[in-house]
């Protein structure tokens, strides 16, 4: 195990050897003077091992490359893939962007908001579902689209097909030993 941490930290981010295996991976298809191109790559790695990235992950992730935080935390906060707090098992960004929202996004995220009972960048209670608005997921002829667990884009989202989603991901079962990332089933693109 590998400590990084910044003197200013009470708790530092203790790093896997495993992890550290995985950003070497990384760092290894850049010249060794461009690692830092490798920071996506990285941040990446920490939020699918810890389902978000926390400043302390940022800081480590800086030290590791050699870059300062605020460069790594400019990135993390660029991106919307990159979870800045402890999301649901299940978030779904709804575009909202123009296109979305003049066919009707902006009302999919308010059905979907209403039917959780959670406002916009709301958690549920039960930690299942985050729900927040996203900007342009590049398929606006598909409007209004979504996005599950950043991987798995839907399109045509009517409050009908809306509903069908959060009915069929209220039915996923819980898995033993964690929380991974599910998707929706695939017949729902």
């Not at 996203?134 to 409007?143: F, P, Q």
Request: glycine share 6%.
């Amino acid at each position: 195990m590998m400590q990084l941490s910044d003197a200013t930290k009470a708790r530092p981010l203790t790093l896997s050897a495993a992890t550290l295996e995985r950003f070497d991976r990384e760092v290894a298809k850049y010249p060794p003077e461009q690692k830092v191109s490798a920071v996506m790559a990285c941040l990446a790695i920490v939020q699918q091992e810890q389902g978000w990235v926390s400043t302390e992950a940022e800081d480590a992730v800086a030290a590791y490359l050699g870059m300062p935080p605020i460069a790594v935390h400019e990135v993390t906060t660029f991106y919307n893939m990159y979870n800045q707090q402890p999301v649901g098992r299940f978030k779904l960004n709804v575009c909202t962007n123009l296109p979305c929202a003049l066919r009707d996004g902006e009302q999919a995220l308010q059905h979907v908001c209403r039917r959780l009972g959670v406002e916009p960048y709301g958690t549920t209670a039960d930690g299942v579902f985050t729900v927040q608005p996203s900007e342009c997921l590049g398929a606006c002829a598909d409007a209004p689209v979504m996005l599950v667990n950043d991987r798995q884009m839907l399109s045509f989202m009517t409050n009908e097909r809306l509903d069908e989603l959060l009915e069929f991901l209220m039915a996923q079962p819980i898995p033993t030993g964690g929380r991974p990332r599910a998707t929706a089933d695939e017949g729902q693109t």
